[in-house]
């Protein structure tokens, strides 16, 4: 009967999980097998024959064993296995399984997480943030990341993979840490040093697929189907016979990263990789545990879904015939930017071509809406204009626009130092959540790469085969960095060092400087599409935003072409200061060409130079916040 399940395997979490100080419970979802036994090495060498309990579960409880000790499942008297739900892999994706000790010391019990209008994202992946490559590594450098003006720090994916060095979206063991990070008693000390500066914790997690090597779920059950495929191999089994399992799988993952790690929100990755045609989704019952596990525990937690298909239903409410997602990133928004700033126009940057498209991103988020997509030769996307602002995520710069560039180059290397600053103010006094990519802040000249460090020769092959044809659409030509050499994931570390001087550090003091703008001068504050006005300048490649809110208004204005223009904005009679220029000398520019106090009459003529970007605000804010003017 399906109510065995709920009275018996419900009582138990997955995995290895200690009763008191000597004895531990295991669960394990293994339907393929009619004998399991848990194969424990410490103390000694011991094999418990599991009890099965319904629905394909089989459990033990075991006394005499404590943290530490290694343990696998043997399937049939066959297979010996790790533990799907293992929380630690200490000896790498074919090794054992370590039962832990998950007491620690919290030291965040008055946090409760942040409003979601407040969050500035800084995505990191922590093998090559610092020269270490280790949670530890990384909490030193937070207090500049607070300074900086970072609220939440956005890890790329945690969970086990092969080797010691990935992006982590080869991960095939969800519930783990990665070992060579710290494992998951570093992680809890890294979350709890984020909110004690008060940063909140994004963990990416990868729900669409699991990676080739050391995947052994098959052996355990259905949790692959073949009605589906993804780019990456079979698909997960959300809709298919079994499926109910495992879904337990991977929600009880996501709500083991928000209570036993308390992370503040996930990023889910790739959610237009998920098929699933039941009437109740997956992803629609991820959501509501989630967001009900944060109620229960008075905590703002939230979900950002990565889609490619520009669906505002995605962040829709339920009660609107939406998924209720709290917020997705905006692809359109960072091709538009990039365009402008690059000219590239290969592969899916042939959508993209002038400042009117970066104009209609800044008014209602997606740029596709459901008109043709010559890249995908179709109608793509649909109307995002009843969305709030806070519901985007969007960034001049990530993991995925770098990476996968054929030689992993940052806009650092691609763009003059000009174009940066109007690529930091373009993105982060626009309306919605801006995101920075690790050391984007200062221009870092070191490229983010593809990296692996897989076992398999045959699978090293495809890997690099596979890099080289997903290049084709952009015909970039030459040599790609090999994946599976070390050094191009040592090519990839930080140089913090750059962070200290010349253009770099004024390029880090701009980026402090728009962050605080953002933060204090409340119509930056206050993240509202309709107090959005939006004027493109096709001519001279130019965009005057207007933001206001009930008391006082802001204008800026990106000019993207590198001849200098002179441009007659139309703007509100009164008296402007000039709050931000990017050519003012202390921003390492050739000195501004804005007066620092402007009276309007409805029009003000401007002269701007290549790649300016210029802040003007009321005198009245300018008193209200003391905002700097050069």
């Not at 709030?388 to 001049?396: S, Y």
């Amino acid at each position: 009967m399906r109510n065995s399940r709920i009275v018996t395997s419900a009582h138990w979490d997955l995995g290895a999980r200690l009763l008191g100080e000597n004895a531990c419970s295991f669960l394990v979802w293994a339907p393929r097998a009619s004998r399991v036994e848990v194969c424990i090495s410490e103390p000694g060498e011991r094999e418990i024959v599991m009890q099965a309990v319904g629905d394909g579960y089989f459990h033990a409880v075991v006394e005499d064993v404590a943290a530490g000790a290694l343990y696998r499942y043997r399937l049939n008297d066959e297979k010996e296995r790790p533990d799907p739900a293992s929380r630690y892999q200490p000896e790498g994706v074919h090794g054992p399984s370590q039962i832990i000790d998950g007491r620690f010391s919290w030291k965040d019990s008055g946090w409760r997480g942040l409003p979601l209008e407040s969050y500035v994202l800084y995505e990191l992946h922590v093998g090559t943030f610092t020269a270490q490559g280790t949670f530890d590594a990384i909490t030193p450098r937070l207090t500049t990341l607070k300074d900086l003006g970072v609220t939440a720090i956005e890890l790329m994916p945690l969970a086990q993979y092969p080797g010691d060095r990935n992006w982590g979206y080869d991960g095939v063991y969800a519930y783990a840490v990665q070992a060579s990070y710290g494992g998951p008693l570093a992680l809890k000390a890294f979350v709890n040093a984020c909110h004690q500066h008060g940063i909140a914790v994004v963990l990416d997690v990868v729900y669409n697929h699991v990676g080739p090597e050391g995947n052994y779920l098959a052996d355990f059950g259905p949790y692959f189907t073949d009605l589906y495929r993804t780019p990456w191999g079979q698909a997960i089994n959300f809709d298919d016979a079994g499926s109910d399992e495992v879904r337990r799988y991977f929600i009880e993952n996501a709500l083991q990263w928000i209570t036993e790690f308390h992370i503040d929100a996930l990023r889910l990755d790739a959610i237009h990789a998920i098929v699933d045609l039941s009437a109740r989704t997956f992803l629609e019952e991820l959501r509501a545990a989630v967001h009900s596990k944060a109620k229960e525990l008075d905590r703002d937690v939230y979900l950002f879904p990565e889609s490619n298909r520009n669906d505002a239903r995605v962040v829709c409410a339920p009660e609107a015939g939406g998924w209720g997602f709290d917020a997705v990133w905006n692809d359109d928004f960072h091709h538009s930017l990039h365009v402008l700033l690059t000219g590239e126009r290969d592969g899916y940057y042939e959508d993209f071509s002038d400042i009117d498209d970066l104009a209609r991103c800044y008014r209602k988020g997606f740029l596709y809406a459901g008109q043709y997509s010559k890249f995908r030769q179709r109608r793509h996307g649909n109307s995002s204009k009843q969305i709030p602002a806070k519901r985007f995520i969007v960034c001049a710069q990530n993991h995925d626009q770098v990476g996968n560039r054929r030689v992993g180059d940052r806009l650092a290397q691609l763009v003059s130092f000009e174009q940066l600053k109007l690529a930091a103010g373009t993105l982060v006094l626009s309306p919605y959540l801006p995101l920075l990519f690790m050391g984007e802040e200062y221009g870092e000249s070191a490229p983010f790469q593809y990296f692996v460090s897989h076992g398999d020769p045959s699978l090293i092959e495809a890997v690099r085969r596979g890099r080289r044809e997903e290049f084709v659409s952009f015909g970039w030509l030459g040599e790609i960095p090999d994946p599976q050499s070390e050094a191009t994931f040592l090519g990839c570390k930080l140089n913090w060092d750059l962070q200290s001087g010349g253009n770099h550090r004024a390029l880090w003091h701009f980026y402090q400087e728009l962050l605080r703008l953002r933060r204090e001068v409340s119509p930056l504050a206050t993240l509202d599409k309709d107090a959005l006005e939006v004027t493109p300048f096709t001519r001279h490649k130019a965009l005057l935003v207007r933001r206001w809110d009930s008391s006082s208004q802001i204008l800026f204005v990106c000019h993207f072409d590198r001849v200098p223009a002179e441009l007659r904005l139309p703007i509100p009679p009164g008296r402007w200061q000039r709050a931000l220029d990017s050519e003012d000398e202390r921003w390492g520019g050739r000195g501004s060409q804005a007066h620092g106090v402007v009276v309007s009459q409805g029009e003000l003529q401007l002269c701007l130079g290549p790649w300016a970007f210029l802040v003007l605000a009321q005198a009245t804010e300018i008193d209200k916040t003391a905002v700097h003017s050069g």
